[in-house]
């Protein structure tokens, strides 16, 4: 089994910076790409940010240039960098890795989700 455990969201100001961290621990062979998903009251889940494991990333539009995804691979860890916050980035947020396990089978995984609301 595979888990991930998000941290470091909360209530900020507009204008305003958080950092998500996501930790991936259990029976990892190896972790491929790893993602930040978010999800707004009545709304779809949508892709904010994805990093693969040699580090290529992609963003939404509606972040680029004010999000940052990275990864560190030693500690199966990945990050989002959020600055400029909007109140229209209040979402819970959700982690997402592809990781080969120790089988060596590839599964995707979830984290529980971290709350950002971003108001005055």
């Known amino acids: 089994q595979v888990q991930l455990v998000e941290s470091g969201g909360g209530l900020v100001q507009p204008g305003g910076s958080l950092r998500l961290s996501c930790a991936a621990s259990g029976s990892i062979f190896r972790i491929n790409g790893m993602a930040w998903y978010r999800q707004a009251p009545g709304k779809q889940r949508e892709l904010v940010a994805g990093?693969?494991?040699?580090?290529?990333?992609n963003y939404a539009d509606s972040v680029k240039g004010r999000f940052t995804i990275s990864r560190d691979n030693a500690k199966n860890t990945v990050y989002l960098q959020m600055n400029s916050l909007k109140p229209e980035d209040t979402a819970v947020y959700y982690c997402?890795?592809?990781?080969?396990?120790?089988?060596?089978?590839?599964?995707?995984?979830w984290g529980q989700g971290t709350q950002v609301t971003v108001s005055s």
């Open positions: 990093i693969t494991s040699g580090g290529i990333t």
């Open positions: 997402n890795a592809n990781v080969e396990t120790m089988s060596r089978r590839e599964y995707g995984y």
